[in-house]
């Protein structure tokens, strides 16, 4: 079965960065769409960044996100990343990476078929 296994999350001050990490097991990285999510107290899952790895491959951002946050992956690690900077308290949240085997976008996470865990990134004020 695929598996999906994230690291990094933690607490961070207003302004500060952190890099969270999804290492991917049990299937074929190139052809899946790779996405993160996240989910605060009280509010819907949320999507955040998606990308394909499907030619040169295709990158998409939450609006809330754009401009702080960059997804990417290394292949040969079975590893994606979230690298996100300029962190806001409206950051906090349980992330979440998933995988789909469609190779195209998508911001609906009905739409994702393998779910990590989940790692809790929360920014104080």
Known sequence: QVQLVESGGGLVQTG????????LSGRSFSTYTEGWFRQAP???????AAITQWGDGTIAYGDSVKGR???????AKNTVYLQ????????T???YCAAKVTPYLSRNPRSYDYWGQGTQVTVSS
């Open 16 to 23: 500060g960065s952190l890099r969270l990490s999804c290492a």
């Open 42 to 48: 009280g509010k819907e899952r949320e999507f955040v």
């Open 69 to 75: 946050f960059t997804i990417s992956t290394d292949n």
């Open 84 to 91: 996100m900077s300029g962190l806001k308290p409206e950051d």
């Open 93 to 95: 949240a349980t992330y």
